[in-house]
């Protein structure tokens, strides 16, 4: 399970960035020099300047909060390097930092960041959830202010709560449509009804539907349907549209057998690993208890999902002389 989640890390050792080159071998921490630190047990209304916690300073608590500091003490040119140290333990960006021409290194010199030496910070694009609340059984319940398609937790990713449940250790387990309707085999099936519960909203319920032509067996489109019509009492689902595209109608016909799965209702949250979305709340049955202590994080949904980027203003006025270094980062 570990080795499956580790794939989809991006490991990126002694990343040198944004043309920035140079060698490998940067400035150990020192005085008289323009340095930074940032610290899980730090905090953005400090200066930043210290290495540790000492009365009433410290480290800065967030790299992006390093990364403002970097550029007020750049903006009116360089006498020498600037370095942000960023010290051991898991720190999570909410969203990825994007380096811009006004955090470039100049005059010759260059800004880096770093692990404090000996140390070795993890860095992930993805915010923690925190803050849960007790739902209901052992479910829990946490604000959420960003919109994801991915949940992990340990590294293990979460299941969008579903019927029928994937066995442990799988995200893969599907119903069978239970028959064609003549005339209408790319918009509606027979299904039975134990295979679609009845709940709530039923409105809410999505259909992911692979149409595997007459007898069910080619499988290799997959298409999910909102705004489905289903009617336990005849046994007939009528599916909606297709997520994001206007298509109305299932690409191949719905035969006998093809498969399914549905998703998207409250109620369909019943095993550990799942997690459903509503109301301004993520709710989710952790796989390990306590919750507060697994490390549960939800990537922002994005275009470019990476952990740092550059981007420069004009072609004249590039991203250039930042360096980063002896960072584990995961996106
Ligand atoms: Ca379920």
Redesign the pocket.
Known sequence: MIARAIAWLLLAFELAACGGGGSATAPAPASGTTTFYVAIDGNDGWSGTTTAVTGNDGPFRSIARAQAAVRAAIGGGMREDVTVFIRAGAHYLGDEIRFRAEDSGRDGFQVIYRNYPGEQPLVHRARRLTGWQPDSGQIYKARVDWSFDMLFENGVRAIN???P?APAGSRFAYSRTWATVAGAETKRFGFTVADIPAVAQPGALAIVLWPGGPDGEFSWNQQIFVGNTVDHAAGIATLGREAGRNATTAVLPIGANSRYFVQGARE????PG?YWVGGGFVYYWPRQAPIEQQAILAPRASQFPGVFSCRGATADLPVRGIRLEGLLTFR
């Not at 369909?268 to 095993?271: F, H, R």
């Open positions: 709560a579903r019927h449940n369909l949250l019943d095993q799942e």
